[in-house]
């Protein structure tokens, strides 16, 4: 089935640096490519998501990349801040076209 | 308007007793999914729900687990038999559509402990 792998599994980076997490899906039909931010004690919320007739999408401070060839997929967060500090979930679609298969996670951790 | 909802938001257990968890998806959503979520791990697929269709059951674990949504709206999910390897955070999501591509809303979840 399909296969979602997440690198890093922790980042710890300063106020105002960049923070890249990195994944890499398994089923070359997967379409849709979202980002859940997961604070503790919370549930997880999407924060972007990408589909596969694009490249690059951005909001704000956080921008995803897509590369369908090589299917692998970034998020990317500039000028962090404390409250970034989360789990931040990537996920790809599974065959079916419905559930979602996430990633194992990535603890951010954003130091002031 | 509100949420998705779970309850209980605490269950212990012993080993061996049957649980049901309890999810409420936002009104209007078709599509309501039911996730495992274990200490340090991603979250892990367990059965999805769409309209009256039949249910897409890949992912539950075992024969333990099964889970029912009555009248396309509240759903149970149903682990017999509990083992301590059950224990972790049940997370519910529901959202529009069945397409991976509309956004999941997920509930706070039901953390489940087994003794």
């Known amino acids: 089935g399909e296969n979602v792998e997440q690198h890093p599994s922790t980042l710890s980076v300063q106020e105002g640096d960049s923070a890249v997490i990195k994944c890499t899906y398994s089923?070359?039909?997967?379409?849709?490519f979202p980002w859940y931010k997961q604070e503790l004690g919370k549930r997880p919320q999407l924060i972007i998501d990408?589909?596969?007739?694009?490249g690059e999408k951005k909001d704000q401070r956080i921008a995803v990349t897509l590369n369908k060839t090589a299917k692998h997929f970034s998020l990317h967060i500039t000028e962090t801040q404390p409250e970034d500090s989360a789990v931040y979930f990537c996920?790809?679609?599974?065959?079916?076209?419905?559930?979602?298969?996430f990633g194992k996670g990535t603890t951010l951790s954003v130091s002031s | 308007g509100a949420g998705v909802s779970q309850s209980p938001s605490n269950k212990v257990t012993e080993k061996g007793k049957d649980v049901e968890l309890r999810c409420d998806p936002i009104?209007?959503?078709?599509?309501l999914y039911w996730y495992r979520q274990s200490l340090g791990q991603g979250l892990e697929f367990l059965i999805y729900?769409?309209?009256?269709?039949?249910?897409?059951k890949s992912g539950l674990p075992s024969d333990r687990f099964s889970a029912e949504r009555t009248g396309g709206s509240v759903s149970t999910l149903t682990i017999q038999r509990t083992q301590q390897e059950d224990s972790a955070v049940y997370l519910c999501?529901?959202?529009?559509?069945?397409?991976?591509?509309?956004?999941?809303?997920f509930g706070p979840g039901t953390r489940l402990t087994v003794l």
């Open positions: 999501a529901s959202s529009l559509q069945v397409w991976g591509d509309n956004e999941q809303f």
């Open positions: 089923d070359s039909a997967s379409n849709y």
């Open positions: 990408i589909r596969s007739n694009v």
């Open positions: 996920a790809a679609e599974s065959k079916a076209g419905t559930a979602l298969i």
């Open positions: 009104s209007g959503h078709t599509a």
């Open positions: 729900f769409q309209g009256n269709s039949a249910p897409d």
